[in-house]
């Protein structure tokens, strides 16, 4: 069974930072592209930025909105995806999702608050 | 940026009665492989976002056959053949095929 698992989220103040964890089993991790998707309270979804496989080159895309603030990575060894998220703003206050796009994690809640 | 408009952005349904949902993007989703990188997901009250539906008409295991999806180019349909109680929620319609990747605004479906 996949399972995706995030971590890391909290309270964190304006131009803190923060790093969110998702680890991953149930499937080949080492294969998959994953995605960062977000959820600010009662609002849709928005993609936040993807990596690769390393097979497929391993490189990273942003959406305009996080672009030079987060920093997406990943850890084959441990089946685990990061997001580094840097300068954070109260607009970046949402629920953090993992995804391989077929399955989602549960998400984990970041609240950029004075 | 491929815009993604889902209509209607509510629907109230009596169970076991048809529902559809319609979705349009900004550009066509149609890959030269042939391949349509269109999505529908379901979000429940609570949960994440789960698939229902890939590349346009492909139901993801485990969702049920009531669920069906069609389209092409820039133009999808999401239908439920008899709404159960069990099916409300959010559902969004997502497209992969140029970055960034979008989604609808969402469609809430009630029961009446």
């Known amino acids: 069974e996949v399972q995706l698992v995030e971590s890391g989220g909290g309270l964190v103040k304006p131009g803190g930072s923060l790093r969110l964890s998702c680890a991953a089993s149930g499937f080949i991790f080492s294969n998959a592209w994953m995605s960062w998707v977000r959820q600010a309270p009662g609002k849709g979804l928005e993609w936040v930025g993807r990596?690769?496989?390393?097979?497929?080159?391993?490189?990273?895309d942003y959406a305009a909105p996080v672009k030079g603030r987060f920093t997406i990575s990943r850890d084959d060894s441990k089946n685990t995806l990061y997001v580094q998220m840097n300068s954070l703003k109260t607009d970046d206050t949402a629920v953090y999702y993992c995804?391989?796009?077929?399955?989602w994690g549960q998400g984990t809640l970041v609240t950029v608050s004075s | 940026d491929i815009v993604m408009t889902q209509t209607p952005l509510s629907l109230s349904v009596t169970p076991g009665q048809p529902a559809s949902i319609s979705c349009k993007s900004s550009?066509?989703?149609?890959?030269?492989?042939?391949?349509?990188?269109f999505y529908w997901y379901l979000q429940k009250p609570g949960q994440p976002p789960q698939l229902l539906i890939y590349?346009?008409?492909n139901r993801f295991s485990g969702v049920p056959d009531r669920f069906s999806g069609s389209g092409s180019g820039t133009a999808f349909t999401l239908r439920i053949s008899r709404v159960e109680v069990e099916d409300v929620g959010v559902y969004y319609c997502m497209q992969t095929i140029q970055l960034p990747i979008t989604f609808g605004q969402g469609t809430r479906l009630e029961i009446k």
């Open positions: 550009q066509s989703l149609l890959h030269s492989d042939g391949k349509t990188f």
């Open positions: 995804t391989t796009g077929y399955s």
């Open positions: 990596i690769k496989s390393k097979t497929d080159g391993g490189t990273t």
């Open positions: 590349e346009v008409s």
